[in-house]
């Protein structure tokens, strides 16, 4: 595990009515990223529609927070062959390179792996080395199809371990989110009450979890 990963941030499950600090994630990529993301340049609106609850429905997503800021996602959607899912990643610039793609591939393959998904497909651009680079850590067969690569990540069988693991990760998970919310309420109502130009405090409360292993 990274060692500036694990003393700086938290990865756990988002959980139903979060989706909208999803959305605010995905709108905070930078041009690069949005594009690498959703395979394309696509607008604020795109982002908008795409994070809507409805459209989010059987999506499991896994997130990485930073003082109660989600900073990094991963997506995972069953594919209508029984078997197969899509799995997306996110990561915000300034905190791309550190571990956090790897730490949310490693959780969305476990949960993956306790659902019988054996396919785990990862679209991407062609020239986006990095994801590339992340699926082939862990074995990925990449296939190249006119300007995407899927990358095809096999997920191992269930056994009463990885159960247990993913188990005691969710439960961890729930406090977790619990602890989040008066941190998020007080975050609002700070933002409310803090005139236009008083300056946004330093990220001053740093967390160190590792919820899963
Ligand atoms: C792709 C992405 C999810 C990877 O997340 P990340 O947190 O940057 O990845 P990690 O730090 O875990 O690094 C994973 C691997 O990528 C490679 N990598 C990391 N930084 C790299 C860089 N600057 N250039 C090339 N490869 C790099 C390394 O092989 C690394 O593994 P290693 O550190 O063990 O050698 C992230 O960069 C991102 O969100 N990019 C924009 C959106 C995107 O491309 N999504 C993918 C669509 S499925």
């Avoid at 594009?35 to 394309?40: A, D, I, L, V």
């Avoid at 994070?51 to 800021?69: H, N, Q, R, T």
């Avoid at 659902?115 to 699926?135: D, F, P, S």
């Avoid at 700070?190 to 740093?206: N, W």
């Amino acid at each position: 595990m990274y060692e500036g990963l694990t003393s700086v941030g938290a990865v756990r499950r988002l959980w139903s009515g979060e989706t909208e600090l999803y959305r605010q994630h995905l709108l905070r990529l930078d041009a690069e990223s949005r594009r690498n993301r959703f395979g394309g340049a696509v607008s604020d609106e795109f982002i908008q529609r795409y994070a809507e609850p409805a459209a989010l429905d059987g999506a499991v997503i896994y997130g990485f927070f930073v003082d109660g800021v989600l900073r990094g996602a991963a997506e995972l959607r069953p594919l209508a062959p029984a078997g197969e899912a899509e799995a997306a990643l996110s990561v915000e610039r300034e905190w791309q390179s550190r571990g956090v793609g790897t730490a949310l591939l490693e959780r969305v393959l476990l949960v993956a792996r306790n659902r019988q998904i054996k396919h785990l497909h990862m679209i991407c651009l062609a020239e986006n080395r990095r994801v590339q680079q992340l699926a082939r850590k862990f074995d990925a067969e990449l296939t190249f199809q006119s300007g995407s690569v899927v990358a095809d990540v096999i997920a191992a069988r269930p056994t009463p371990v990885s159960l247990m693991r993913e188990l005691v990760a969710d439960s961890a998970d729930l406090a977790i989110a619990m602890l989040d919310v008066p941190s998020q309420l007080a975050k609002r109502l700070d933002h409310t009450k803090r005139p236009p130009e008083s300056p946004q405090p330093d990220h001053e409360r740093l967390m160190l979890v590792d919820n899963w292993r």
